[in-house]
């Protein structure tokens, strides 16, 4: 278990993918079920991605249910509040960034109960695949051959 100190506000975690990088903080919550982030006030179970309502800054419903996943399989929903800044890359680059940064999070909370259940499903694993750089000769592209003459 945890040691329990009084001035931890909240546990973060820093997830990669690709050029994103997510900047995830787990807000503790009080007996109201509320939380500070900021200046504002914010129930248990909402989550904040880059200063704006998580339904506003995530459109599609699938995207939601995924980055909730370690949430879910931890069954953590409502015992935090989240805050997500992330930037770079693209869009699926930045929802597994989350997905990453939000595992390491938990299991900053608690690696005993977490680590095992997050390690299972590839959660805390960062994803080495990246861009492949352009080399010289190659007509502009990575791995393009020049067309070799034929006569």
Known sequence: MVKKTKDIKYYEGVGRRKESVARVRLYLTNREKTALIGQAKVK??????????FEKAITTAYK???ILTPLRLTDN????????IVYGGGQNGQLEAIIHGLSRALDAV?????????KKEGFLRRDPRKKERRKVGT?????R????PKR
């Open 44 to 53: 248990a179970g909402q989550v904040i991605v880059n200063g704006q309502p």
């Open 145 to 148: 051959l020049k067309q070799s």
């Open 64 to 66: 939601r249910d995924f």
């Open 139 to 143: 007509g502009g592209k990575a791995r």
């Open 110 to 118: 608690d690696k005993v109960t977490f680590r095992p259940v997050l």
């Open 77 to 84: 929903l409502d015992r935090f509040a989240m805050s997500v």
